[in-house]
């Protein structure tokens, strides 16, 4: 029906505009403000609409009541006679819930519940609009009556479904399998309850439980681009790129969402790929023209293929576009620092905040910046500090930067077991063990030089 279609286009104007406005130009947020205004209003004369029509249904019920005891008794969806005012306020619940309006619909739904307590429909509605207003406590005081009085398979199932949901709201992903899992148990063909168990295994990193639940997923719903999108992430974990790069592309075909190119990009770049990630990197700037991250790959990939020109060249539009951009700043300081170009690092360090103990980078800067200027006591001091810190990836940092000071002193026996330490603790980052490697080959072990560089060439062979 034509409202149906309605609904569907304004929830997608919403999306959109949900995920679309904090990006946006100050031209593009008028229009989004008067786009919402426009959608407010249809929404004030659709209801006004619909309760005249209420109106008149409820006139010929008075009048005809005859025309109306079968239809209630199967709309509404269960076996027992509801009073005219509730199976009204129920109507006028649903219409409000539709529209997305939770406040007004759960005022509804709470006065069918005070007029038929035992009506499990009506609880249910009330709940999901309590949990939609962020009222846990009191949804899931619903959801539980409804899995302990109900006979029906689909509200049980339902109610297990959103008992688990509320979990996730709380962050207790564990407790929130459980319920998902009684709610397979009732719906095993309900998709929602299965993508929930793979995102919860997911984010407790469990990821061979969630490779299972997403393929359930997608047993009952095969376009989900989402489970798709979460099977690449998880195979990712395992280095199989085969399957990485199957369940990428799957999921891009069915939807050409930004996220999607940029991992497929990241993908490229972990395999040393670097023309595979540029192209991939173009790509998203054709998709979302408001991705810094674009340029940001563009620079970093050109870079570390020796192409410092074309590197300079894309870090310069990225910056007019995003001056802003911490991380864009962050890349260039860290490019004038490989070039040595201390008085143009000075002043670009000179508008950065200085929280050492929020970004592991900023450490790293500011460590090997005194080190070029000959000052290594501070550059070692900032060291210290960055190995105290109860964060894995700054210590890492702070160990690899000891090591590089050692190094540029000319102490390369010394700078070996700090360079070991950092790659111990970020077996990921490959730069310790190529520095390590440096160290080896001017003491001549060139074996010892052959070891290490093979894990930076063959990262994932076990030993």
């Known amino acids: 029906m034509l409202h149906t279609q309605w609904f569907e286009q304004m929830k997608k104007t919403l999306e959109e505009m949900e995920e679309k406005y904090p990006q946006s130009t100050d031209g593009e947020r008028e229009k989004y403000k008067l786009q919402l205004q426009q959608i407010r209003k249809n929404c004030d004369q659709l209801l006004k609409a619909w309760a005249t029509v209420e109106a008149q249904v409820g006139k010929l019920s008075k009048k005809h009541p005859e025309l109306f005891g079968e239809v209630e008794e199967e709309a509404i969806g269960e076996s027992f006679y509801l009073e005219e005012s509730a199976v009204r306020h129920f109507r006028q619940g649903q219409g409000y819930y539709q529209l997305m309006m939770f406040k007004e619909a759960n005022q509804m739904f709470e006065q069918v519940i005070n007029e038929e307590p035992d009506f499990i429909l009506g609880r249910l509605y009330l709940g999901l609009s309590q949990f939609q207003?962020?009222?846990?406590?009191?949804?899931?005081?619903?959801?539980?009556?409804?899995?302990?009085?109900?006979?029906?398979?689909?509200?049980?199932?339902?109610?297990?479904?959103?008992?688990?949901?509320?979990?996730?709201?709380?962050?207790?992903?564990?407790?929130?399998?459980?319920?998902?899992?009684?709610?397979?148990?009732?719906?095993?063909?309900?998709?929602?309850?299965?993508?929930?168990?793979?995102?919860?295994?997911?984010?407790?990193?469990?990821?061979?439980?969630?490779?299972?639940?997403?393929?359930?997923?997608?047993?009952?719903?095969?376009?989900?681009?989402?489970?798709?999108?979460?099977?690449?992430?998880?195979?990712?974990?395992?280095?199989?790129?085969?399957?990485?790069?199957?369940?990428?592309?799957?999921?891009?075909?069915?939807?050409?969402?930004?996220?999607?190119?940029?991992?497929?990009?990241?993908?490229?770049?972990?395999?040393?790929?670097?023309?595979?990630?540029?192209?991939?990197?173009?790509?998203?700037?054709?998709?979302?023209?408001?991705?810094?991250?674009?340029?940001?790959?563009?620079?970093?990939?050109?870079?570390?293929?020796?192409?410092?020109?074309?590197?300079?060249?894309?870090?310069?539009?990225?910056?007019?576009?995003?001056?802003?951009?911490?991380?864009?700043?962050?890349?260039?300081?860290?490019?004038?620092?490989?070039?040595?170009?201390?008085?143009?690092?000075?002043?670009?360090?000179?508008?950065?905040?200085?929280?050492?103990?929020?970004?592991?980078?900023?450490?790293?800067?500011?460590?090997?910046?005194?080190?070029?200027?000959?000052?290594?006591?501070?550059?070692?001091?900032?060291?210290?500090?960055?190995?105290?810190?109860?964060?894995?990836?700054?210590?890492?940092?702070?160990y690899y930067q000891k090591g590089r000071i050692l190094l540029d002193k000319q102490q390369p026996q010394q700078a070996i077991r700090f360079f070991q330490k950092a790659f111990e603790l970020e077996s990921s980052w490959t730069e310790p063990k190529f520095f390590e490697g440096i160290c080896h080959m001017l003491a001549g072990e060139l074996d010892r030089t052959e070891q290490c560089w093979r894990v930076i060439a063959f990262p994932y062979m076990e030993n």
């Open 133 to 398: 207003q962020g009222e846990l406590e009191q949804a899931e005081q619903h959801f539980r009556w409804v899995s302990h009085i109900s006979t029906e398979d689909i509200f049980i199932g339902f109610s297990f479904h959103m008992l688990g949901c509320i979990q996730v709201r709380k962050e207790n992903d564990l407790q929130a399998v459980r319920f998902f899992q009684k709610a397979v148990s009732f719906l095993p063909d309900l998709p929602d309850a299965w993508f929930n168990i793979g995102a919860c295994y997911y984010r407790l990193q469990e990821y061979q439980e969630a490779i299972s639940a997403f393929h359930q997923t997608l047993k009952y719903d095969k376009d989900d681009w989402e489970s798709m999108y979460y099977l690449s992430n998880c195979y990712r974990y395992y280095h199989d790129w085969g399957n990485v790069s199957f369940w990428r592309l799957a999921s891009l075909e069915k939807q050409k969402h930004p996220q999607i190119i940029e991992s497929i990009a990241q993908d490229c770049e972990e395999m040393g790929d670097h023309e595979c990630a540029i192209n991939w990197y173009l790509r998203l700037m054709v998709e979302d023209r408001n991705s810094w991250t674009a340029y940001h790959g563009m620079v970093w990939n050109f870079w570390v293929m020796g192409k410092k020109d074309a590197a300079w060249l894309w870090l310069k539009k990225g910056l007019t576009l995003f001056p802003q951009q911490i991380e864009l700043l962050y890349l260039q300081i860290w490019m004038l620092l490989d070039e040595g170009r201390l008085t143009e690092l000075k002043q670009i360090i000179q508008i950065l905040p200085l929280n050492y103990h929020e970004r592991p980078i900023t450490w790293m800067i500011f460590s090997r910046f005194y080190s070029l200027q000959g000052n290594t006591d501070e550059a070692f001091r900032i060291t210290e500090e960055m190995v105290q810190q109860s964060n894995q990836t700054i210590q890492a940092f702070g």
